[in-house]
């Protein structure tokens, strides 16, 4: 079977990202099932039952960009970095603070990020 995975995992390789968007969509009809909605269990940890399960999801927090402070360059550069967003929609994040800069994310992640928002002069809260 590992050579039939590798083969397929190489024709993958050499279709375009729109094509590969496609087939992904078609499976997710045929089978009933969302790619995004995978992600999670393969993250939680093996055997734990339903405690782990609840532990992770209580686990990720929202970051909420509170005010801009007196450098609001930087602090719009790290949104632009931390989100991908474009320079329009960092700037527009960040005019309207107090506003969610990432949403259900690991503590780590939101720990990480608030600092690097505070060290641009931002105010951040983590929920």
């Not at 995978?38 to 532990?55: F, I, K, N, R």
């Not at 994310?105 to 951040?124: P, T, W």
């Amino acid at each position: 079977m590992a050579t039939s995975t590798q083969d397929w995992i190489e024709e993958l390789k050499g279709i375009s990202v729109l094509e590969l968007a496609e087939r992904i969509k078609a499976l997710e009809e045929e089978f009933g099932v969302s790619a995004a909605a995978m992600a999670a269990p393969a993250a939680a940890p093996a055997g734990g039952g339903g405690d782990a399960a609840e532990e992770e999801v209580s686990s990720t927090v929202d970051v909420l960009l509170t005010g801009a402070g007196d450098k609001k360059i930087q602090v719009i550069k790290v949104v632009r970095a931390a989100t991908g967003l474009g320079l329009k929609e960092a700037k527009a994040l960040v005019d309207e603070a107090p506003k969610p800069v990432k949403e259900g994310i690991e503590r780590e992640e939101a720990d990480k990020l608030k600092q690097e928002l505070e060290e641009a002069g931002a105010s951040v809260e983590v929920k």
